[in-house]
């Protein structure tokens, strides 16, 4: 397909059509990436809950079936001091769901953990070489990042304020990500963690695009071709879309997600620090509602999950993140190969229509 009149994020990244692939951390892996990259966008690979030989072998099981660019996504945290009294108030807040569900509230809390981009990562960039790095809340050391950049990989992060956008700008992004409030996981946000400052796709994304000199792709609440198109005429160079890779067979979400993603309304989600301390757009469910959405009882990121995990293991419909943007309703069950290519299809046929 070579009708795509903004062809600045495509030659940059070397792909075909101007979708990427959300970076699902938890859901996504070789296969679905696979099939992204094999219809000519760009598949991510989320790193951020994998150890160093898992991304091996993904990446390792990506190369095998397709030479075209991948991206490997990263977070960029700061790992928080352990705060043993707010996580104990935390836990003795869950108490009451421990009681009912026959959890063990004296046994030892697991560690919820997300790992942040560091010299192993780096290591790892290195070694595998991947076209395009991605980076959530923010950019790590600049050290790091000119490593990065020396193995040629083009470099993405995402901003959900005009601001975040600049920052990025100044310290060597290659391209920008606008993600909007209706997005669905954590937030991108990392100036400032007033909830206040999150805008709709609707108006940051060309309210970036006019204040950067960067390619910019648009995400949050793009479910369809009707969004792609949207975003373009913003001024987008492309769009991100996550949840409609939940709907994917590769998809790797468990019964209550699936359940959750087919049956929730448009209305039914919200942002949440409960799973992980950080703000993230899910599903709303039982522990959502019973203890209110945000709460500052929760232990900083990524600690606050430990203690939903015995929970979670006895319900996860009602204790578990179920990850979701606000366009869940538009979601389509395709393998990945054809839902990538059917978005870019129907895309072509409205810009054509215009």
Not at 202 to 214: C, E, K, N, S, T
Request: proline residues 6%; contains cysteine.
């Amino acid at each position: 397909m070579s009708q795509w009149t903004d062809r600045r994020l495509l030659d940059l990244l070397g792909i075909d059509l101007p979708i990427i692939q959300g970076p699902l951390a938890g859901v996504t892996g070789a296969a679905m990436v696979i099939g992204v990259c094999r219809a000519g966008a760009l598949g991510s690979l989320p790193c951020a809950m994998l150890g160093p030989e898992q991304i091996r072998l993904e990446v390792q099981a990506i190369r095998a079936a397709t030479r075209n660019p991948l991206n490997l996504n990263f977070f960029c945290h700061q790992m928080p001091a352990v705060d043993v009294e707010r996580e104990a108030r935390w836990k003795e807040t869950l108490k009451p769901y421990y009681q009912e569900l026959g959890a063990d509230f004296d046994a030892p809390t697991p560690v919820s953990n997300r790992a942040p981009f560091d010299e192993t990562s780096c290591q790892l960039v290195e070694e595998l070489r991947p076209e395009v790095v991605s980076f959530h809340f923010g950019l790590p050391d600049p050290a790091l990042l000119d490593r990065v950049k020396a193995t040629g990989a083009r470099i993405l992060s995402s901003a959900s304020t005009v601001d975040e956008a600049l920052w990025l700008e100044a310290r060597g992004c290659d391209a920008i990500i606008a993600m909007g409030y209706e997005a669905g996981g954590h937030r991108a946000m990392f100036l400032s963690d007033d909830l206040n400052t999150q805008v709709g796709t609707m108006a940051l994304v060309p309210q970036i695009v006019d204040a950067v000199q960067l390619p910019v792709i648009a995400t949050g609440g793009i479910g369809d071709a009707r969004g792609i198109v949207a975003a373009l005429a913003l001024g987008a160079s492309a769009a991100q879309l996550g949840t409609a890779y939940l709907f994917t067979p590769e998809a790797k979400v468990s019964a209550a997600h699936h359940h959750a993603l087919r049956h929730a309304k448009e209305s039914q989600t919200a942002l949440t620090n409960l799973f992980t301390g950080r703000p993230a757009r899910g599903i709303v469910n039982r522990v959502m509602r019973e203890i209110g959405p945000m709460s500052p009882l929760a232990p900083a990121f990524p600690r606050a999950g430990g203690a939903l995990m015995p929970l979670r293991a006895k319900d996860e419909a009602d204790f578990a993140n179920l990850w979701s943007g606000q366009a869940l309703r538009l979601g389509v069950e395709l393998p990945s190969y054809e839902l990538t290519l059917r978005l870019a299809e129907q895309t072509l046929a409205q810009l054509r229509r215009r």
